[in-house]
């Protein structure tokens, strides 16, 4: 965002305007959200988020609310936008550390926003701790203070926990990855003019995952389309009673609308699928496993749910990626490459279809290593782009990746999603839309924002079995989504 801020000029918008309409969308949300609130205490940081402070301040004031402006500093240090916001606030300024909160309804959070470089410390860190004790709502300007926007995580152990953040211009990776999307509370997202070209001239590769960024890459249903022009997904399923997974899987596949579903396993693994699957074809593989992903016209297959790390787990993955199909690897896979991303990545390479890897944080840290000093974006990006693979690394704000650095951060799950089964049904999904046509990371990107939607669409109580069921509602959404 800094990036934004320094092409703003050059793209003419001046920095106190954008100031003005910054501290305005603060002051207007605070105004509507809480019109009882008539004592008001902003903090304010010595940078420009200080300086949006300011001008809330004098809104606020305006429209007749009492308010008191705690300073972090001397008012003679600020600079710029923000020492011109401070010289037009004629109202009562206070040093900090006496920040009276015992005194007031509401507190504007103003310390530090995008320009936040180290830990809080001193005066400012117990104005945060006396803030998040006091038991006010606490208005978050752009970020809460403490917050790294760019990880989603606090820099030092000192971080505001807002009950609403209002941020301009564009959401920032914070906002959305966990434990940032707590500590944010609600977000709006205030319009305050910034020129396109400004935002354009940042060339961002994240986004919040929405329908909008990947919907027409999804293939619609054609009415001249049969089957298996519309995909023929394969599962590989586990054994005799751990057969359950690559059924949520293969369930999951054609609901996405993929025209075919086979799963494939020994004969007692299959007598159990049978008694639950009509629509999904069942076959004995054993030998020919490679000969059915060619001779049928496989174009995607999931290897990993619940299939156990073994040697034929191992020969099944290699062979679907000899055969060109499109590979989802979940699960047991991550266990077969435990501490061998390079030889996962070589495997990758022999493909001439794509891959997409769908690990949870214990599943990619077994394959990929810890990394704690790197946000979720950057370990999920850093794993596609040494694996060749489009990465989903799961969780409440499950992050796609591809290996060229684009990314999307979803926060359409729900926390009951977070259950045993529905990672199969992810999994599943991801084939299901691959086998149709789109590529991967739109694929994987759709499949983890209509997972969201269908687990939404059942409610609490919901189990993974719900969730292939609940997808046509969830493509429903999308669709509504897409037309307005
Ligand atoms: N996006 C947009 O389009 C627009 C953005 N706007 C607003 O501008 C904000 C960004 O402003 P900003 O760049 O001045 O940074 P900000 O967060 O105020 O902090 C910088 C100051 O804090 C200091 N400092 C840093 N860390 C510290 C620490 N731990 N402890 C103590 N001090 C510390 C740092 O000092 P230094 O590190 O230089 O020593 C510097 O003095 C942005 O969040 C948004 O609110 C709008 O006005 C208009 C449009
Ligand atoms: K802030």
Known sequence: MTRVDAAAPAAGASGSALMERAGGAVAAEVANGWP?????????????????????????????????????????????????????????????????????????????????????????????????????????????SGLDGATGRPLGDACVRASLTVTFVRLKPGHVLTPGRSLCGRVVLADIGMPEDAVAGIGARAFLN??????????????????YSRGHVAVWSGPELSTGAA????????????????????????????????????????????????????????????????????????????????????ADVFSLFAGRPDDLAALIARGSGQ????????????????????????????AAARSGATVLLKGADTVVAT????????????????????????????????????????????AVWLHGEAATAVGRGLIADDLPGAIPEALRRMEERAAG
């Open 36 to 144: 009882d609130a008539r004592r008001i205490l902003v903090l304010a940081g010595p940078g420009n988020n200080g300086g949006d402070g300011f001008v809330a301040a004098r809104k606020l004031a305006e429209a007749g609310r009492e308010v008191l402006v705690a300073l972090l500093g001397d008012r003679e240090s600020l600079k710029g936008d923000a020492a011109v916001a401070a010289a037009r606030w004629t109202g009562e300024t206070g040093p900090l550390p006496n920040a009276p909160f015992e005194a007031c309804d509401l507190v504007i959070d103003a310390l530090f926003g995008a320009g936040l470089g180290r830990p809080i410390e001193g005066a400012a860190a117990d104005a945060v701790s006396a803030a998040n004790a006091s038991g006010l709502p606490i208005v978050s300007v752009d970020v809460p």
């Open 210 to 227: 929405r329908p909008a960024l990947w919907r027409d890459q999804l293939p619609a249903p054609s009415i001249e389309g049969h089957k």
């Open 403 to 446: 290996p060229d650095g684009r990314a999307t951060v979803a926060d359409n799950a729900p926390p009951y999603l977070a259950t045993a089964g529905a990672g199969d049904v992810l999994a599943g999904l991801c084939a299901g839309l691959l086998a149709q046509g789109a590529p991967a990371f739109e694929a994987a990107s759709a």
């Open 247 to 330: 059924r949520l899987s293969a369930l999951a596949a054609l609901r996405s609308g993929a025209g075919a579903v086979t799963l494939l396993g020994q004969r007692a693994a299959l007598k159990e699928h049978a008694a639950h699957l009509t629509a999904v074809m069942l076959r004995e593989a054993e030998n020919d496993w490679a000969e059915f992903l060619t001779q049928r016209r496989v174009s995607a297959v999931v290897v990993g749910p619940a299939a156990g790390p073994t040697e034929r787990t191992a020969k099944a993955l290699t062979e679907a990626i000899e055969a060109g199909c499109h590979v989802v690897m979940d």
């Open 355 to 382: 891959v997409a890897l769908t690990p949870h944080e214990g599943e990619f840290a077994r394959v990929f290593g810890v990394d704690k000093t790197a946000s979720k974006l950057e370990r999920a990006r850093a």
